[in-house]
């Protein structure tokens, strides 16, 4: 296997701000709660016309930037996310166009807050068996578009945003390893019941607010930080490395707490986990990818650090990477 790193990184956020003293208007809530409770203080929100694609393509086009590429030397694109423009075609299909990237192969995968790595571990195995050269990894949501405004246990979570990377063979470090898994018994834990094929629209499922995400964040919590915990420490045993090794870890943001009960189980200090939760809330498929890139431009990775990125999310799935950088 060819080695295969990240060359290029980009992000977009929307432009609305809005605050958890906004939302204290909306539901009973405080930003005393969601500050302790989540680590929350604000989160953005895409406007009305701006599509999942709209984020994926800022973000992309950054990234190309970052990386010195031009779109047609893509010959893949994948986007994760669980809020797409539409059921189909892919948001992947409409990236491809609006950037021109005429060559590139392009789908989407639907792995909840772990997509992004997900994603990023198939682009490794196409790039490093040589099928394809340069891959464009985008983690898009605009979770805003699938959040009940009514409900303050799932409200005040979430936002939208958008995360890059490039990826392409390189002669030393790169991804060192990857571990992913699955446990689909636990559905009921966060999903979004209607608009599939098991529930499609209609008066009723719109009227029973069915089109809105559901969580049980407590369950959750717990299986959260037991499967992060186990993940970051069967990537970084297949990478041959230990805890001391591990310069930074960027887990999925999803509740401060649950980072940082993960962060003491592993044993790491403060300063070695990176948290931007405060300024996006959880943003899916897009959290982890977007705290890699400002770990990145923040200078919080350098050359030769070795960066562990960890997430946990719907399905239940997970997704751990160990990179040399
Ligand atoms: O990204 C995918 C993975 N996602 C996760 O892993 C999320 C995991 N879960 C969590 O982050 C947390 O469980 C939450 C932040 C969702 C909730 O925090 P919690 O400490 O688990 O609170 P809770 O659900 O046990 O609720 C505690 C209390 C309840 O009131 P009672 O029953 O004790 O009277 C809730 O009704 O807090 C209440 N509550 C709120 N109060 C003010 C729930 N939401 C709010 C709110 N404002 N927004």
Request: aromatic share 6%; proline share 2%.
């Amino acid at each position: 296997m060819r080695k295969v790193g990240i060359v290029g990184v980009g992000e977009y956020l929307p432009q609305r701000v809005l605050t958890n003293a906004d939302l204290e208007k909306l539901v009973d809530t405080s930003d005393e709660w969601i500050t302790t409770r989540t680590g929350i203080k604000e989160r953005r929100l895409a406007s009305g016309d701006e599509a999942v694609s709209d984020l994926a393509i800022n973000a992309a086009k950054e990234a190309l930037a970052n990386a010195h590429l031009n779109p047609e030397e893509l010959d893949l694109i994948i986007i994760a996310t669980i809020t797409p423009d539409m059921q189909f075609p892919s948001v992947a299909s409409i990236v491809q166009n609006a950037l021109s990237a005429k060559t590139a192969v392009a789908f989407d995968i639907s792995a909840a807050c772990a997509g992004f790595v997900y994603a990023l571990s198939i682009a490794q195995q196409f790039i490093g068996l040589g099928t394809y050269k340069i891959a464009l990894v985008v983690g898009a949501e605009k979770l805003s578009s699938v959040t009940d405004w009514q409900d303050r246990n799932t409200c005040v979570l979430f936002g939208d945003g958008a995360g890059a990377c490039i990826l392409k063979e390189v002669k030393s470090g790169g991804i060192i390893s990857t571990y992913l898994g699955c446990d689909g018994s636990k559905l009921e834990l966060l999903n979004l019941p209607a608009g599939g094929s098991r529930l499609p629209a209609s008066h009723e499922t719109v009227n029973a607010r069915q089109h809105f995400l559901k969580m049980q964040g407590n369950e959750l919590f717990k299986i959260a930080v037991k499967t992060m915990t186990d993940a970051a420490e069967k990537v970084l045993k297949q990478a041959g490395l230990k805890f001391s090794d591990v310069d930074l870890i960027i887990p999925h943001q999803a509740n401060s707490r649950i980072i940082m009960a993960v962060g003491k189980r592993l044993g790491l200090s403060e300063d070695k986990i990176f948290l931007n939760i405060e300024k996006y809330g959880n943003m899916s498929s897009a959290s982890t990818a977007t705290a890699l890139v400002e770990a990145v431009k923040e200078g919080r990775v350098k050359k030769g650090d070795i960066v562990l990125l960890d997430s946990f999310g719907a399905g239940l799935v997970w997704g751990a990477c160990v990179i040399k950088w």
